[in-house]
């Protein structure tokens, strides 16, 4: 089609919006990634958890994984190489999703440490303390249980001869076992006003201090009325007075920040209490270290349990020689993450140098360290897989011929390219009015938009810059 002479095809009519109340979730590029797809022994199957391809590549996660799970690759890190497009970062969500939803997953891109705020080694300092969690245990006495009374006692005010105040209230609480009355301090009548509770809602009380937590409403009441905004919750099962685990996730980074501008006391619960402050503040060694030890203190105790997160570091080549240096002193901390590369060099020069030579770019003593898995290109048919994937995950159709078109383009150019054209073909055929993506809308679109090889070319045939009648 030349963009000249023919008619364009953006007069069509444009499709029925949508209705206000429709909510859609975004998709992300890895959206469909859910794991690694690996059976029980340890080999990866076709195509599962969102993969296609890369079975070796797949394999050699699973095993990282299983090392990382039996705590054995503290020390080192693990190096993905390969193309652009070839599934690098989709392997290390994959490993940070096998881990599970409670392990910290840091990513970030190595030009990141590049800051004008703060250090270099900082900024790589901060995101390793990041992606070490810590799992709080705290056993707290609680009374749990249905209100079935409130009264209030008063008494004349002894500051004036006007008016009286609450002395006391006297709160039942039910619960399957049994019932209990408690005589409570007006300041713990409070905070029940302040709830807005009622006879009827099930509370929780601590008892060291006074804390009261409205849960919801008993479900006997549920029937009380046809049309409710309101909560049942089932009678708490147990006695009234009761001892309640309670288990708070935080990360190094989190206590680091909180210590650096402290604020009461100095026990775990006033750090993590003082969290919520925003501001930044530089966090020094000095600082790190007195964390470190009280960190032991409360692990050595069985209060806290340590659970090692991922750190993603993608274009690692684009880090210098002080940070790559920095990065071998991280590695061998006691409390290290998982440490995961990715990049798509082969060999050059490390950055910060003249002279030095290496491959991927990352110095040979820190790529002593590390784990090397390789990814590699998709064939015509695992490219077509993919695309047939995502637009199942975008919700889009394709015509006959379609797959075919665009997995050959991904073929000749690259799969992110192919990918890039499905969303604007959908759009291109909604505004012709049709529900699917035709060849003709492919055609168009890799008219439109131009991928890699074909730009670098028209430049070149150019000396430098574009031609607009060659463009068209």
Do not use: W
């Not at 749990?144 to 004349?156: F, H, K, R, S």
């Amino acid at each position: 089609m030349s963009m000249r002479n023919a008619p364009v095809a953006h007069n069509a009519p444009l499709p029925p919006p949508s209705s206000s109340t429709a909510r859609s979730a975004r998709i992300a590029t890895h959206s469909h990634i859910k794991g690694l797809g690996l059976t029980s022994e340890g080999y990866a199957t076709t195509d599962a958890a969102g993969f296609i391809g890369q079975t070796n590549a797949r394999e050699a996660c699973g095993v990282v994984v299983d090392l990382i799970k039996l705590r054995k690759f503290s020390g080192r890190a693990l190096l993905l190489v390969g193309a652009p497009g070839t599934g690098k970062t989709a392997l290390a969500l994959a490993i940070s999703q096998e881990l599970g939803s409670k392990v910290p997953f840091c990513p970030m891109v190595g030009s990141e440490v590049y800051s004008t705020e703060v250090k270099k080694t900082e900024v790589l300092a901060e995101v390793f303390r990041r992606a070490i969690g810590l799992r709080i245990k705290e056993t707290k006495e609680v009374y749990e249980g249905e209100v079935t009374e409130l009264t209030p006692a008063e008494a004349e005010n002894p500051l004036s001869g006007y008016g009286k105040t609450v002395s006391h209230v006297i709160v039942g609480l039910k619960t399957v076992k049994g019932t209990k009355q408690l005589r409570l301090d007006p300041s713990i009548y409070e905070a029940i006003l302040k709830e807005k509770i009622v006879v009827g809602d099930v509370i929780y009380i601590e008892a060291n201090t006074g804390a009261v937590k409205r849960v919801g409403r008993s479900d006997a009441y549920a029937s009380a009325y046809d049309l409710e905004s309101e909560t049942y919750v089932p009678l708490p099962k147990g006695d009234v007075h009761k001892r309640k685990e309670l288990v708070q996730d935080v990360t190094l980074g989190d206590l680091d920040a909180a210590n650096a501008r402290p604020q009461g006391g100095q026990d775990i619960m006033s750090v993590m209490g003082s969290l919520v402050k925003s501001g930044r503040t530089e966090v020094t060694d000095k600082l790190r270290r007195e964390v470190n030890k009280v960190v032991k203190g409360y692990v050595d105790q069985g209060v806290a349990e340590v659970v090692p997160g991922v750190v993603f570091i993608d274009e690692v080549h684009m880090l210098d020689i002080e940070c790559f240096t920095y990065l071998n002193a991280l590695l061998e901390s006691p409390m290290a993450p998982t440490v995961i590369f990715a990049t798509n060099r082969g060999n050059s020069l490390v950055r910060g140098t003249q002279d030095i030579l290496a491959p991927h770019g990352v110095p040979v003593d820190l790529l002593d360290r590390c784990l090397i898995v390789k990814t590699e290109t998709h064939t015509r048919d695992q490219i077509a897989r993919v695309l047939q994937l995502r637009a199942n995950v975008e919700g889009l159709k394709l015509g006959s011929g379609v797959l075919e078109k665009l997995s050959a383009e991904g073929e000749r150019s690259s799969l992110r390219y192919a990918l890039q054209l499905l969303t604007p073909g959908s759009i291109l055929a909604a505004l012709s009015g049709r529900s699917q993506i035709d060849e003709e809308d492919i055609s168009e679109m890799s008219e439109l938009f131009l991928d890699a090889k074909t730009s670098a070319e028209l430049i070149g045939q150019t000396g430098g810059g574009y031609d607009a009648d060659k463009m068209i």
